[in-house]
């Protein structure tokens, strides 16, 4: 009962909010938004600097502890899914598939071990970190990583306000999803086009969404390469940090 005074004076703020912007605009609140934000993205996101500002969205969103994919899932699906789908129905008719931005190939070069790449920091942890807690919640972690799920990491390590590893965090899956981008213009990778579960561990996801192709399981596999090369060094200088800060303690 004591959730329930906090509850109502948010739900009056919010009508009262929603009733105002009505009364202004002659828009209900989520239209605004939908209008002022969406909007303007989905003009831009079907390109690789839409991308780019989409993902980095998404990812400061999660930095604060929100979870980004699904503040950003109706911008996100409403553009790439289409795309994917002429993918889908050009490659059945045998034709090339044309949209190398898709749905598809963002959970393949951009959410590969879970949002932010973080398996390229698992896989980091377990060949150069030397703190036991760190390797702990690696090991933890790889398993679900390799299903895509990384809660354990993100609120274990914590990924979540963190000065060091939060630059990584942000920055890792968009430098992944430009790389996966220029090889697959260059030819080296397939355009992914075809339905892939989003828990389909990553090389295995590459190989079935590039229409069974092994090029798409080496993009993949190199992608895992750069994340964990990204994650490296700010590992490094996060474990020094973690030191310096319990030898003070």
Known sequence: FEVLVPATITLIITACIGSACYNLTGLYLNDVIKNGVQGPLGAVGATVPGVMIIYLVIMLFW????????????????????????????FNKGETPKNIINMYFLQMCGEFGGSGVTIGLVIAIMIFGKREDNKAIASLSLVPGLFNINETVTFGIPMVLNPILGIPFVFACLVTILVGYVLTVIGFCPVACLTVPWTTPPIVFGFLATGANVMGAVTQAI???????????????????????????
Request: net charge negative.
């Open 63 to 90: 930095l604060v502890g929100i979870h980004g994919n699904n503040m950003l899932s109706a911008v996100k699906e409403a553009l790439f899914t289409p795309l994917a789908l002429e993918n889908v129905e050009a």
């Open 223 to 249: 992608l895992i390469v750069v994340s964990t090369v990204i994650y490296t060094p700010f590992l490094i200088a996060y474990e020094k940090y973690q030191n310096k800060q319990a030898a003070e303690a």
